[in-house]
């Protein structure tokens, strides 16, 4: 017999690379169906972390004559905020979603670095410090380091720009914030702080707003509770 040879058998025609079923032989055996692994939404948890960050930081911003120690900030950034948003980060990334997993992975660099620029351990401001006193130089550093995350969110912001109104918003609002801080830290002009953290609480709200209508849904509460996702252009365009 040769190789490309082709047997018929109880209905069934074989040959060496494919198995076809004759319509009038019997029926195949059913096959069990794979099991179905589902897995949870991770997004809503890292603009809960970013917009808590970024609300802790601009109250005490605005309230800067108050509250003098970034020592609540520090908290929130590490403990919160860089830990959580860094997990959301890997989990996004495993789910196959490469934008969300890049901004809340930078992000949660983000505020891990923003926590350390005030620990003593790490000796940034203690670099700048003459007798006893911080120098300018140290505002003009942190001035570059909001100037740099600027324009990292400003990046983010344009590749989110066919996503959800509160994601353009949360983004565009920090763009705005981070700028007028940034230029605080090079002139020390009041007003700019004053602005930056208004900003920053106006972009706070659009990360819980984002936060809120993904993980407010039918099987958890109320229908006139839970909010639209409000996209902002449909994804064929």
């Given at each position: 017999m040769s190789s490309n040879s082709i047997t018929e058998k109880e209905g069934v025609k074989d040959n060496y690379y494919?198995?076809?079923?004759?319509?009038?032989?019997p029926a195949p055996p059913t096959q069990m169906q794979p099991y179905q692994r589902t897995?949870?939404?991770?997004?809503?948890?890292?603009?809960?972390?970013?917009?808590?960050?970024?609300?802790?930081?601009?109250?005490?911003?605005?309230?800067?004559?108050n509250v003098g120690s970034p020592s609540l900030v520090m908290v929130f950034a590490t403990f919160y905020g860089g830990i959580s948003q860094t997990l959301v980060g890997m989990w996004e990334m495993?789910?196959?979603?490469?934008?969300?997993?890049t901004v809340f992975t930078t992000y949660g660099g983000f505020n891990f670095s923003y926590g350390a620029l005030y620990l003593p351990q790490i000796g940034l401001?203690?670099?700048?410090?003459?007798?006893?006193?911080?120098?300018q130089e140290f505002y003009n550093a942190i001035g570059i380091y909001l100037a740099i995350w600027d324009l990292i969110t400003f990046v983010f912001l344009l590749g989110a720009i066919r996503t959800t109104a509160p994601i353009?918003?949360?983004?565009?609002?920090?763009?705005?914030?981070l700028?007028?801080?940034?230029?605080n830290a090079f002139t020390g002009?009041?007003?700019?702080?004053?602005?930056?953290?208004?900003?920053?609480?106006?972009a706070s709200f659009g990360a819980y707003y984002g936060a809120l209508s993904l993980f407010w849904t039918q099987q958890t509460t109320l229908s006139f509770i839970r909010l639209p996702l409000l996209?902002?252009?449909?994804?064929?365009?």
């Open positions: 494919v198995q076809t079923v004759a319509m009038d032989g897995f949870g939404n991770p997004a809503p948890l890292g603009m809960l972390a970013y917009g808590t960050v970024f609300l802790c930081s601009s109250i005490l911003t605005l309230a800067s004559k495993f789910l196959g979603n490469t934008f969300s997993a401001a203690a670099a700048y410090t003459v007798d006893g006193v911080v120098g353009v918003a949360t983004l565009g609002f920090t763009v705005c914030a700028t007028c801080l940034s230029a002009n009041p007003h700019l702080a004053t602005a930056g953290g208004a900003l920053g609480i106006i996209v902002t252009a449909p994804s064929n365009v």
